[in-house]
């Protein structure tokens, strides 16, 4: 399941593919955002549980599971980057330092309501901040890649919307596996429910774009000269 790659050259800022032989692996996509992802949304997890037990306040929790959430793009990034730099290796550490970025504000928008409330605001402003933050949940990342992956491949813009889809099919089962767990079980538990529900949601998420990033190298490769 390889795809040929290409590199690109630019007239009037759009990629122009030219074949370079290097081959777009699939599997080892899958195998590699399954395993960093997995490990990477155990992070934020156990941060938010140890800021959680030590009592800290609600700003300071937020921030503390803010970062961590950072920690785990940087760690979903490498894991895709190492895969793309085998496609291309004109792909640079941006696309790392960029999904970090934007898991961390991703984060931010997710943990907005529950931090509002906890402050005192009133449940419209809960529910105003959660709707206002959903589409820079959703988009945050894929359109942090897309800003990179459009130097290489054309039409780049549906790398936004497989990411949309990947993250809407993938993040139910980390809201569904933590809210099973009975509130007196042990710690221990928790943490294996949410580790759990973790490698399900990296797994959808790494077939989903693992597909996508597959298209997108055969169409460049069938468009490229020679």
Do not use: Y
């Amino acid at each position: 399941q390889s795809e040929p790659v290409t590199a690109p050259s630019r007239i009037r800022s759009r990629p122009v593919c030219v074949a370079t032989g290097a081959r777009f692996n699939k599997r080892r996509w899958i195998a590699s955002v399954t395993a960093g992802e997995a490990f990477g949304f155990l992070v934020p997890g156990v941060a938010g549980f140890a800021a959680w037990k030590l009592g800290l306040a609600p700003l300071l929790l937020a921030c503390v599971v803010v970062a961590a959430g950072g920690v785990e793009g940087a760690v979903l990034g490498w894991s895709q980057w190492r895969v793309l730099r085998e496609w291309q290796p004109a792909v640079t550490v941006r696309w790392v330092g960029l999904t970090a970025l934007a898991a961390a504000l991703a984060w931010a928008c997710g943990m907005a309501p529950n931090t509002i409330h906890d402050l005192g605001a009133p449940a419209w402003a809960s529910i105003a901040a959660g709707i206002a933050g959903a589409p820079v949940l959703l988009l945050g990342i894929g359109v942090a890649q897309w800003s990179v992956l459009r130097g290489f491949v054309p039409r780049a813009w549906r790398w936004v919307v497989a990411n949309v889809l990947a993250w809407v099919i993938a993040l139910p089962p980390t809201f569904i596996g933590p809210a099973l767990v009975p509130s007196d079980a042990p710690v221990v538990l928790d943490l294996a429910a949410w580790g759990a529900s973790g490698v399900m949601m990296a797994a959808v998420l790494a077939a989903i774009t693992g597909e996508a990033i597959a298209r997108l190298a055969r169409e460049a490769g069938a468009r490229a000269p020679g």
